[in-house]
């Protein structure tokens, strides 16, 4: 099981970015969750096993919903994260 962190800027808060996120990690069997963070920024923890195509879904990030600007995402991999997810959820 492999965890990354995937931090989003740019215009993705308050135009519906985090339930965008949660539609394509569904379609995409992805385990999780997205969050806002307080500097404007969203987070997505993703728990990959097996083979997801992780980059396709990063693509779909990068692209965001129509009302969002995304201008940087940025990818890190935890190396020691405490939960095993289960399904995909927004957070609040």
């Known amino acids: 099981m492999v ?3 995937v931090i989003v800027r740019g215009v993705v808060q308050g135009v519906g970015y985090r339930y965008f ?3 394509v990690a569904e379609r995409f ?3 999780g969750y997205v969050r806002n963070l307080p500097d404007g920024s969203v987070e997505v923890i993703v728990q990959l096993s097996g ?3 992780f980059d396709a879904f990063l ?3 990068r692209q965001g919903p129509r009302a969002a600007t995304v201008e940087q995402v940025e990818v890190e991999t935890l190396t ?3 939960e095993r997810l289960a399904g995909f ?3 609040l």
């Open 3 to 5: 965890t990354k962190r």
């Open 21 to 23: 996120t949660q539609r």
């Open 29 to 31: 069997n992805l385990n």
């Open 51 to 53: 083979e997801p195509d």
């Open 59 to 61: 693509r779909m990030l």
């Open 80 to 82: 020691k994260f405490p």
């Open 89 to 91: 959820r927004v957070r």
